[in-house]
């Protein structure tokens, strides 16, 4: 079953904040998030591996709940280049096929100047 | 970072012929790949698992004629959709799972547009 992103749509001034959610009904093993430009194709971000792991890099970072099967994508001091599609991809906890992610709906995210 | 390579990156052809897309993964050995498909707008569902050396595993809904998978090496899979039909046109993209992180790593994705 596809995880839950929200917001579907976030709008931003460069420099400010966001935050995208990922919710699944499953027991999740790993969360994985990808961003993805119009007409490419998705770009790794980072992959949570433990519950309550938290992860981030540059202004981007993440966490993962694993009780509440929730991870959040955290974008802080937002650019111009942080616009496009977010997806979350889940691989369900005792999965057999490594790697075999389902994705979310996504969430578009426009920067404005 | 690992690499994976996808061919061609896009391709328009008549209604009722056959497509073969290849993805190859270029700096490590791709036991497992992916393929997925992606309408307009909308999210990436995945088609089937492909295993070197034995047969693809399809996700329900994805008839295994039409879309054949072969993984003939370490670092080739490719995806042959057959008889085309204007419906089968989507972005079509493969992946690899990287072992070591868990990465998965996307190829350049092929636009497929069946007339």
Redesign the interface.
Known sequence: QQPVQSPQAVILREGEDAVINCSSSKALYSVHWYRQKHGEAPVFLMILLKGGEQKGHDKISASFNEKKQQSSLYLTASQLSYSGTYFCGTVNAGGTSYGKLTFGQGTILTVHP | GAVVS?HPSWVICKSGTSVKIECRSLDFQAT?M?WYRQFPK?????MA?SNEGSKA?YEQGVEKDKFLINHASLTLSTLTVTSAHPEDSSFY?C???F?G?????????S?LTVL
């Not at chain 2, 909308?42 to 995945?46: C, P, R, T, V």
């Not at chain 2, 992180?101 to 994705?109: D, K, Q, S």
């Open positions: 996808q497992t992916f909308q999210s990436l569902m995945l698992t595993t993209i992946s690899a799972s072992w992180t868990g990465e998965l790593f996307f190829g350049e994705g636009r």
